[in-house]
């Protein structure tokens, strides 16, 4: 079992960066595909990006692709996501989460763990 606790969220004005990043218990961390997802209010729950269990392969949600990076540091148990020209579509509750596929999943029922959630506001 994996316990997940992001952090890093904020506010921020429109064109700004953020980094969150995704503490994971446990000594298995580098055996799972992990994803960031977010959901704004009265909207279902977004894929933003996912990565494979070691790192070498990821993937982006469209509405973030060149703006976003994910990446993972398995020797600290963490997740991150670079977040740049951030917009004020962009404000959401951002999760991190685990999933048993070690190559990155874009699908919300891959991920069998998740976390509380951060929150990140961008300002016009």
């Known amino acids: 079992q994996v316990q997940l606790t992001e952090s890093g969220g904020g506010l921020v004005q429109a064109g700004g960066s953020l980094r969150l990043s995704c503490a994971a218990s446990?000594?298995?961390?580098?055996?799972?595909?992990m994803g960031w997802f977010r959901q704004a209010p009265g909207k279902d729950r977004e894929f933003v990006a996912a990565i494979s269990s070691i790192g070498g392969s990821t993937n982006y949600g469209d509405s973030v692709k060149g703006r976003f990076a994910i990446s993972r540091d398995n020797a600290k148990n963490t997740l991150y996501l670079q977040m740049n020209s951030l917009k004020p579509e962009d404000t959401a509750v951002y999760y991190c989460a685990a999933s048993s596929i070690r190559t990155p999943a874009r699908l919300l029922s891959s991920y069998l763990y998740w976390g509380q959630g951060t929150q990140v506001t961008v300002s016009s």
């Open positions: 446990g000594r298995t961390f580098s055996s799972y595909g």
